[in-house]
């Protein structure tokens, strides 16, 4: 499966973003989808994940109450819908997904094998 993120932005603190991830290949259905971001000088963040079949979903503390990720499978894509943005939300946001992927390796990003190109979140204070 090929992936392709979109979406980001410059926004105010406060503000919203809905990011999409685009993706190819008639098996998208069975993968998990995991938004990861990267903020410069820093490593990789996990920030929410969706299983194939919707349930369960995870998110990082950070983000709880404040992003929202869904799929649709007949569209090929998962969207991360964020509200409440913070300066410190500011990062390359990356689409990743994995087959196979168990409920305790949701949160891990070395678990996603299929990277999408990033697109840039800034936030502004």
């Known amino acids: 499966v090929q992936l392709q993120a979109s979406g980001g932005g410059l926004v105010q603190a406060g503000g919203s973003l809905r990011l999409s991830c685009a993706a190819s290949?008639?098996?998208?259905?069975?993968?998990?989808v995991g938004w990861i971001r990267q903020a410069p000088g820093k490593e990789r963040e996990f920030v929410a994940a969706?299983?194939?079949?919707?349930?369960?979903?995870s998110y990082a503390e950070s983000v709880k109450g404040r992003f929202t990720i869904s799929r649709d499978n007949l569209k090929n894509t998962v969207w991360l819908q964020m509200n409440s943005l913070k300066p410190e939300d500011t990062a390359v946001y990356y689409c990743a997904a994995s087959q196979g992927v168990i409920l305790s390796a949701m949160k891990d990003p070395t678990t996603y094998r299929q990277w999408g190109r990033g697109t840039q979140v800034t936030v502004s204070s």
């Open positions: 969706i299983r194939w079949n919707d349930r369960p979903t």
């Open positions: 290949g008639r098996s998208f259905r069975s993968y998990t």
